[in-house]
Nanobody
Framework: EVQLVESGGGLVQPGGSLRLSCTAS????????MNWVRQAPGKGLEWVSE????????YYAGSVKGRFTASRDNAKKTLYLQMDSLKPNDTAVYYC????????RGQGTQVTVSS
């Protein structure tokens, strides 16, 4: 059974930074590309980032490109999302997922960007 547990969210001021983590179990983490998706209040799921199984390739939504950086540590079965220059419209619940549509995702971690 795929299990994904996100952490690291919180309240941050505009322009600030946060680092999210996602620990995985129940599948061979190192064989899977992994994704971050988010859901803002009252909106649907939005794909944010994908990282290849080995970590050598990363892809980003236009809204976060240049500000967010995905990485992973396959030995620790952990996925990361470094978020810099945060904006109020980055406020959302962030999930790690095994696919871009977020069909298999964790419980999420809340990120609130507000002054």
């Amino acid at each position: 059974e795929v299990q994904l547990v996100e952490s690291g969210g919180g309240l941050v001021q505009p322009g600030g930074s946060l680092r999210l983590s996602c620990t995985a179990s129940g599948f061979i983490f190192s064989l899977y590309a992994m994704n971050w998706v988010r859901q803002a209040p009252g909106k649907g799921l939005e794909w944010v980032s994908e990282i290849s199984s080995g970590g050598g390739y990363t892809y980003y939504a236009g809204s976060v490109k240049g500000r967010f950086t995905a990485s992973r540590d396959n030995a620790k079965k952990t996925l990361y999302l470094q978020m810099d220059s945060l904006k109020p419209n980055d406020t959302a619940v962030y999930y790690c997922a095994t696919s871009r549509d977020g069909a298999s995702r964790g419980q999420g971690t809340q990120v609130t960007v507000s002054s």
